[in-house]
C-alpha cells in the first residue's frame, strides 16, 4: 500500500543468519541508515519457520540462528531502494525482508536516544549526544546528535579518522588548511578544529551533509566552510576521506593534487581486502601505508614527500 505521507520515517526489517549480521549491518550504514539495530529473530511464523529452514536441510550460508537488522530510512522510497540494493548483492543469497514499515517520530526518538550513547575515540575524546552527560574522564568532548547525515562515531571508518587526529595533535599547529572530502556530518572536520586545526573546508555531494555540517560545527562553537567539492581550493596539510574504496581510487589524482608539501592523507571507509588496489590507485603520487584497522575495515595514510 502507498504511504499516505511520503516523509514518514521508515524501518526497513531484514532476516540473515547471524554470519551476515555485520556484513548486513555495514551495508545499511553506507546506503545511510538513520539507525540499525540487531535482535534475534522468533521463528513463530509459518513464513519464519520457512526462513529458518527445516531439520535435516544444510544450514544456510548465514548459519542457523537468525537475526533480524533493523533500520530506519527517512520515507518509504528510500528504505525500499536500499533493500533493493542489499538482496541484489552478490552476499545476500540468505538474507530476507521481514518488512517496510512506517515509523511513528517519538518512537524512533526513543530508539535513537537509547541507541546512540558516548563514543570513546581514545580515553579523552569523546563524541556525546545532546541528552547524554560526558564521562567524567572526557578532556575533549564532541557534541553530536544523529541526523540525516553520516557520521556519529558508532562506525569503524568515522572512528579510525578521529583516533589518528587525536594522536597526531601535535602536528596541529601545521593544520593551517584542512580539507575533509565527503565530509557527511561534518565529524571529522569538527574533530581536526578541536583539536586545533583552522580554515577547514568540509565537501561533499549530498546537500544535506552541507547543512548537517553547519549545524554541527555551530553547536560546537567551531569554524568551518561547507559546501560542495568544488569549494576545495589549493593545497591542504592535511586531507580526510571517509568515502568507500571505488570512489576513492577514482579521486586519487584529485585528493593528492590537494596536499601540500609534507601534507598527511587519511583514506577510511575501505576493507581490509581491498588495501592492494588502494595502494596501487595512489602509487604515482603516494606510498599509502595501513595505519589502523577496526572490524575488518581499515585507515590508509600517506605523507606528500
Ligand atoms: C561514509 S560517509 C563519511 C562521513 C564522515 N566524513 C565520517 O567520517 O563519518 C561518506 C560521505 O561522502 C560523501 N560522498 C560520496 N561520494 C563523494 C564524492 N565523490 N565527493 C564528495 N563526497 C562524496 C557522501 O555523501 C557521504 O556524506
Known sequence: MSDPNPATLHELLLICGEDDVETVSDALMELDALAVSVEDADADTD????????PGMPAPRGG???????????????????????LAQDWAQDVHVQAIQAVAEQDWVRLTQSQFQPVEITPEFWIVPSWHQAPPQARQIMRLDPGLAFGTGTHPTTRMCLRWIARHQDLAPTWQRVLDYGCGSGILAIGAALHGAQNIDAVDIDPAAIIASKANAEANQVTLRAALPDAAQGEYPLVMANILATPLKLLAPLLCAHLAPGAHLILAGI?????DELKEAY???LKLEVSDSEEGWILMSAQRI
Open 283 to 285: 602509487a604515482p603520487w
Open 271 to 275: 576493507l581490509e581486502r581491498q588495501a
Open 64 to 86: 542457523w540462528q537468525r537475526s533480524v537488522v533493523k533500520a530506519l530510512f527517512p520515507n518509504e522510497a528510500e528504505a525500499t531502494e536500499c533493500a533493493t540494493l542489499i
Open 47 to 54: 513464513a519464519e519457520k520457512a526462513l529458518f529452514g527445516e
